[in-house]
């Protein structure tokens, strides 16, 4: 069974910078997609990046591109998520999720807030 422990959130102002980090265990990560999402105050969960596990592709949401990078270090099994010029609107919880290529995410960490004041 997959578990994933996020770390790295925090209060930050407006146009700063954090780095969130994903510890991933319970399973070999081949063929494996992980991934972040965030959910703020009122709203639907929304996915903000992704990466596959092997080849490392990557693919962001409109609203962070060019401001985030998701990343990941096989050898430490942990995936993390750059975060700068960071805007209030990025505020929310944000949660690391796995799962196998193709089907949906289907494991998902427990998640870590993020504040931006303005």
């Given at each position: 069974?997959?578990?994933?422990?996020?770390?790295?959130?925090?209060?930050?102002q407006a146009g700063g910078s954090l780095r969130l980090s994903c510890a991933a265990s319970g399973r070999?990560?081949?063929?494996?997609?992980?991934?972040w999402f965030r959910q703020a105050p009122g709203k639907e969960r929304e996915v903000v990046a992704a990466i596959t596990w092997t080849a490392g592709r990557t693919a962001y949401a409109d609203s962070v591109k060019g401001r985030?990078?998701?990343?990941?270090?096989?050898?430490?099994?942990?995936m993390y998520l750059q975060m700068n010029s960071l805007k209030p609107?990025?505020?929310?919880?944000?949660?690391?999720?796995?799962?196998?290529?193709?089907p949906p995410f289907d494991s998902w960490g427990q998640g870590t807030q993020v504040t931006v004041s303005s």
């Open positions: 069974q997959v578990q994933l422990v996020e770390s790295g959130g925090g209060l930050v070999a990560f081949s063929n494996y997609r992980m991934g985030f990078t998701i990343s990941r270090d096989n050898a430490k099994n942990t609107e990025d505020t929310a919880v944000y949660y690391c999720a796995a799962g196998r290529l193709g």
